[in-house]
T-cell receptor, first 118, second 113 residues
Framework: DTGVSQDPRHKITKRGQNVTFRCDPI?????LYWYRQTLGQGPEFLTY????????KSRLLSDRFSAERPKGSFSTLEIQRTEQGDSAMYLC????????????????FGNGTRLTVT | EDKVVQSPLSLVVHEGDTVTLNCSYE??????LLWYKQEKKAPTFLFML????IEKKSGRLSSILDKKELFSILNITATQTGDSAIYLC?????????????FGDGTTLTVKP
C-alpha cells in the first residue's frame, strides 16, 4: 500500500491557461474522488468515479472542469481557461466499495496539488 | 443538500487539557459520520460512526454519535502539541447519490506547551 499519490505538488499558472493534475489511487480501491479545499474551508466535493464510470459531478462545478479515469486506474482533472478563483488545494481520495453491499471504506487522501492562478 | 456544521471554528488550549469538538449535520438517508485529522496536507481517518450511543475510542481520542439529535462529538483528553491540527467531520448517505462525503469546515485546534 503506497497510498494515494498526486502530481504535481504545486502548480502556478497564468489566468486563461489550461492545467491538468494526476492522481494515482491505492491500487485495490475502486472509487476515486476529487475535492477542492480553500483556506478555512473543508474539502468541497467535485466528482467521483467507481472504476472507470463517473458517477456524480457537483452541480457547482463549471464546464471548464473535466475529469477522467481511463481503465479505472489513475485519474486526471483538467481545468480549462483557469481563473483566479480556481486557486485552491485539489485533493484526490480513494476508497473501497464492497460489491453488492453498502460498505464503503473511509477516504484515503493524497497530499494534494496546490494551484495558484496569477 | 447535505449540511455539516462544526464548532467551535478554532480552539486554543494548553497541553494536558481536555477538549470537545462538535459536529451537527443534516443529511438525507444517513449512513455514517466520519472524523478526519488534517495536519499539513492530507486528511487522515480517525473514526467512522454509524450507530447512536456507541463510543469509538482510540487512545486519548473518542467519539460518539447521536442520530436523534443529529450530532457527534470528538473528545481528546490529555492533549499534546502533536494534536494540533484541523479536525474535519463528514457525513455519507446511502441509497441514490450515495458515495460522496460532505465535509464541515473543520475545527482548528492549537495545543500550546
Amino acid at each position: 500500500d503506497t497510498g494515494v499519490s498526486q502530481d504535481p505538488r504545486h502548480k502556478i499558472t497564468k489566468r486563461g491557461q489550461n492545467v491538468t493534475f494526476r492522481c494515482d489511487p491505492i491500487s485495490e480501491h475502486n472509487r476515486l474522488y476529487w475535492y477542492r479545499q480553500t483556506l478555512g474551508q473543508g474539502p468541497e466535493f467535485l466528482t467521483y468515479f467507481q472504476n472507470e464510470a463517473q458517477l456524480e459531478k457537483s452541480r457547482l462545478l463549471s464546464d471548464r472542469f473535466s475529469a477522467e479515469r481511463p481503465k479505472g486506474s489513475f485519474s486526471t482533472l483538467e481545468i480549462q481557461r483557469t481563473e483566479q478563483g480556481d486557486s485552491a488545494m485539489y485533493l484526490c481520495a480513494s476508497s473501497l466499495r464492497g460489491r453488492g453491499s453498502s460498505y464503503n471504506s473511509p477516504l484515503h487522501f493524497g497530499n494534494g496539488t496546490r494551484l495558484t492562478v496569477t | 443538500e447535505d449540511k455539516v456544521v462544526q464548532s467551535p471554528l478554532s480552539l486554543v488550549v494548553h497541553e494536558g487539557d481536555t477538549v470537545t469538538l462538535n459536529c451537527s449535520y443534516e443529511v438525507t438517508n444517513f449512513r455514517s459520520l466520519l472524523w478526519y485529522k488534517q495536519e499539513k496536507k492530507a486528511p487522515t481517518f480517525l473514526f467512522m460512526l454509524t450507530s447512536s450511543g456507541i463510543e469509538k475510542k482510540s487512545g486519548r481520542l473518542s467519539s460518539i454519535l447521536d442520530k436523534k439529535e443529529l450530532f457527534s462529538i470528538l473528545n481528546i483528553t490529555a492533549t499534546q502539541t502533536g494534536d494540533s491540527a484541523i479536525y474535519l467531520c463528514a457525513v455519507e448517505r446511502t441509497g441514490t447519490n450515495a458515495g460522496k462525503s460532505t465535509f464541515g469546515d473543520g475545527t482548528t485546534l492549537t495545543v500550546k506547551p
